[in-house]
């Protein structure tokens, strides 16, 4: 591949999305963590930090509602994005690509 105009260039290692950019080019960020990779639609941040795991279990959350049991919910701890469409939980963090 031959650079003619000066474009830098990078591909999400991720979903493959590729990114150009005139040089000097900075890092982009990827939004594809943001799309959830069971039925491609976008996700709701979710932040765990504010749910602690024991208060989580005895209150009626929007989320404990569609729990039967809390203890088998799929959210962890590094959980950063949720899926209101089909219920999936994402620990990917964003994708930083580097153009080159
Ligand atoms: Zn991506
Ligand atoms: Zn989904």
Redesign the pocket.
């Known amino acids: 591949m031959t650079v003619k105009i000066g474009l830098a260039m990078g591909r ?1 290692e ?2 493959g ?1 590729v990114y150009t950019a005139p040089r000097p080019a900075q890092p982009v960020t ?1 939004d ?1 963590y943001k799309e959830c990779p069971i039925c491609g639609a976008e996700m709701t941040p979710f932040n765990p930090g504010v749910i602690d795991p024991e208060t989580y279990r005895g209150q009626e959350t929007p989320l404990a509602s569609t729990k039967t049991d809390v203890q088998d919910a799929d959210w962890r701890l590094d959980t950063l994005y949720y899926c209101a469409t089909c219920d999936y939980y994402s620990s990917q963090p964003p ?1 930083e690509v580097t153009l080159e």
Request: charged content about 30%.
């Open positions: 999400c991720r979903c999305r990827c594809c994708v």
